[in-house]
């Protein structure tokens, strides 16, 4: 019997706990309902201010951040020191690796430069020995056998000019 008790005062706890958040939900719909309009022009408004004063935010903090930084230095003038070493460093290490990727792309570049240098060779050599000159095989790769460009285009779209006649500004008839 205390069993059945007790389970029905635990149903009975969450039912009240349940009605509270529905009492406390309802009561905020109803705050809703009846200040609506205030809520949206407080949105318009703040939709419009924002904005407008985000940059001066942005500039007050900036200014901020800069007098907070100066105090510190003023403070504590082997900060600044330490800071400057630090960024020196910084640099120092970019130079580094900016020389090293800059050495690495120059060496590819002549590797690259030498290959072609050995395929032109080759192909030179390999012509020579057929009997063509290095000129020839070059023209006939870059240029399409049907193509004749002095001879028009072969469809008959050939542009003509207008007649000219007396009328020409439209003012005869």
């Not at 309902?33 to 500039?59: E, R």
């Not at 003023?74 to 020191?81: A, I, S, T, V």
């Not at 192909?123 to 002095?150: I, R, T, V, W």
């Amino acid at each position: 019997m205390d069993m059945e008790e007790e389970i029905i005062y635990a149903d009975e706890e969450e039912i009240s706990y349940i009605e509270s958040i529905t009492g406390y939900l309802w009561s905020f719909l109803e705050f809703i309902q009846n200040n609506g309009w205030y809520f949206l022009a407080f949105v318009i408004l703040l939709a419009y201010l924002v904005p407008k004063l985000w940059p001066h935010y942005l500039k007050w903090s900036e200014q901020r951040a800069v007098a907070a930084y100066d105090a510190d230095i003023k403070k504590n003038p082997d900060l600044f020191k330490q800071k400057q070493e630090e960024l020196q460093r910084a640099r120092v290490k970019f130079q580094e690796e900016y020389e090293k990727k800059a050495k690495i792309a120059l060496e590819k570049q002549k590797e690259k430069e030498k290959k072609l240098l050995e395929e032109k060779r080759a192909q030179l050599n390999n012509g020579m020995a057929a009997g063509q000159s290095m000129n020839s095989s070059e023209k006939s790769k870059n240029s399409k056998p049907d193509y004749k460009p002095l001879m028009g285009s072969g469809s008959g779209s050939n542009y003509r000019p207008p007649r000219r006649s007396a009328c020409s500004g439209g003012g005869c008839g």
